[in-house]
């Protein structure tokens, strides 16, 4: 399986965006999706995570202002971040947990003007 992770751009402080991740490939036995994000120098830190089911949890960072979902049919996640400030500013990995591995896709860097 291959992930695609997109959205990412350039955003005014106050603003909103959202990200996708897209799953392709042998995509059938998905299970567990998460976002993380990552500033140079600094290790990726986790962002939030939605099982196939759609149980979901956010991290602190980005509590009470984002909303994760996903749709099985598309295999794709999505992360919606409002009220963004420069403290989002990094770049936005995904992963998920496929049969025995956990597997990453590329980044996706989000900049949030002030």
């Known amino acids: 399986v291959q992930l695609q992770a997109s959205g990412g751009g350039l955003v005014q402080a106050g603003g909103s965006l959202t990200l996708s991740c897209a799953a392709s490939?042998?995509?059938?036995?998905?299970?567990?999706m998460r976002w993380y994000r990552q500033t140079p120098g600094d290790v990726r830190v986790f962002v939030a995570v939605i099982t196939r089911s759609g149980s979901t949890n956010l991290g602190d960072a980005v509590w009470g202002r984002s909303t994760i979902s996903r749709d099985n049919f598309k295999n794709t996640m999505y992360l919606r971040i409002n009220n963004l400030t420069s403290e989002d500013t990094a770049v936005y990995y995904c992963?998920?947990?496929?049969?025995?591995?956990?597997?990453w896709g590329q980044g996706t860097q989000v900049t949030v003007s002030s």
């Open positions: 490939g042998n995509s059938a036995n998905i299970d567990a």
């Open positions: 992963n998920a947990d496929h049969e025995d591995e956990t597997v």
